[in-house]
């Protein structure tokens, strides 16, 4: 099937008048990475073989700053073939004195002819700082009631949450079971089996086996070097309880005026549950000696009803990217940067109770996708007295958000706003 793709391929080539060049790879964006001074950090860069030839080998140039840092030959075994990719895994030591530095990483030659590639370079940042800030690590399990050996997971979910608590961000995201939102889709389809998980939306999964994830997130908050971190808390709006009001706090360990990182917002529910088969959970575990030590599971049938399930994802903002303009592209090192969003959970059918939700807020680098930092909460009851109540509003240098979280310029209907980060009615 490949080699008739190929073939399709360089036949319509040569229809439409133009060739694939024979040498050509392009290197992907390799985005900001943290290191301690007098450390050094690795970063894996992709190559994609864009020609026709195999790569058996790549030289490349890296520059700092503007200024010459390496040029090496880089061997591939096996090569890489055309249209797949391979990695090349750069060391960067950190600098002298705490400061952003830009890298450019350029693919020149392939296989000892030049690059064709109209992209051949890409750009990152290096940023040495002085101190590690706390890091709270994203797992996000991938499970389904239909998958016998999702228990497993399910099993290093719950212990995780018993050894870590809030020192570390649990979701778990359902697919083809009574669970399952849409809102999670694009995420969903990284997935190549189950059960299995992503730390911080790494670019490998892991599976979800208790000791495995305690070897991720302890790796993770020892050694992981954030970018910044992030505190959440959250209120109802109103005594319906149908708009949570979401506050954070954001800080940097650098200083940058061309930022690129947003913030998103996760809804999680504990204690879902249900009757019929499509809440059985299927369980290879049952009487299956490799799992003695995961005795619930173990003693349990091969189908398991009045399961409740945890940390189940119900809806979500800004999930991939983050919400436009929660974060300020200009920011100084240590600055406390506040955004608030209004959070309605209309037509969120999956949420069963309001009394078990939390909120999950994600800090991701828009460039790579990747999380930098969480943090979590509960979400305190509707409090009308510490809403403060004013005539009127008429802007200015007021920063405002509506209900549904959009920036607005002004009071102009009657109702709740979110002004300089406090809770205001327009009456």
């Known amino acids: 099937m490949k080699k008739t793709i190929t073939l399709f391929v360089a036949l319509l080539a040569a229809f439409c008048g133009y060739a694939q060049d024979k040498n050509s790879a392009r290197p992907s964006n390799f985005g900001t990475t943290i290191v301690l001074k007098g450390k050094t950090v690795k970063v894996p860069i992709t190559i994609t073989n864009t020609g026709t030839n195999v790569i058996n080998n790549l030289m490349y140039e890296l520059t700092s700053d503007g200024g010459n840092l390496e040029k090496k030959l880089v061997k591939f075994d096996p090569a890489i073939k055309s249209g797949e990719k391979g990695r090349v895994t750069l060391t960067f030591k950190a600098d002298e004195e705490c400061r952003k530095s830009e890298k450019v990483f350029t693919i020149t030659r392939l296989n000892s002819v030049a690059n064709a590639s109209e992209q051949k370079s890409t750009t990152g940042t290096i940023v040495t700082i002085l101190e590690k800030p706390v890091v709270t690590p994203l797992i996000e399990e991938y499970t389904g009631t239909w998958c016998g050996w999702c228990p497993v997971g399910f099993d290093g979910m719950e212990r995780a949450h018993e050894t870590y608590g809030e020192k570390v961000s649990l979701i778990a995201i359902h697919s083809g079971d009574v669970m399952e939102s849409n809102e999670f889709q694009n995420l969903i389809k990284r997935v190549g089996g189950y059960p299995s998980a992503f730390i911080d939306r790494g670019d490998e999964d892991i599976y979800p086996s208790a000791g495995e994830l305690k070897k991720q997130i302890n790796n993770d908050i020892n050694n992981k070097i954030a970018a910044g971190t992030i505190q959440v808390s959250a209120s109802w709006a109103n005594a319906a309880k149908s708009t949570i009001m979401i506050d954070t706090k954001t800080s940097f360990v650098y200083s940058d005026d061309n930022a690129n990182y947003g913030i998103g917002f996760v809804l999680t529910q504990d204690g879902m549950k249900g009757s019929g088969s499509s809440w059985a959970q299927a369980n290879n575990l049952s009487g299956n000696g490799s799992y003695a030590s995961i005795p619930f599971w173990y003693n349990a049938p091969s189908k398991v009803t009045g399961v409740e399930f945890n940390h189940v994802g119900v809806a979500a903002w800004g999930l991939e990217n983050g919400m436009k303009g929660s974060v300020s592209p200009v920011f100084q090192a240590c600055e406390e940067l506040q955004y608030s969003y209004n959070a309605s959970i ?62 607005v310029n002004s009071l102009t209907k009657k109702g709740l706003y979110i002004v300089n980060g406090r809770k205001v009615i327009k009456r």
């Open 346 to 407: 209309a037509g969120k059918t999956l949420i069963q109770n309001k009394n078990k939700l939390n909120v999950i807020a994600l800090l991701i680098d828009r460039s790579t996708g990747a999380i930098v930092n969480t943090a979590q909460t509960t979400i305190d009851d509707y409090n009308p007295t510490g809403i403060m109540g004013i005539q009127g509003v008429q802007g200015g240098q007021e920063i405002i958000y509506d209900l549904s979280g959009r920036k």
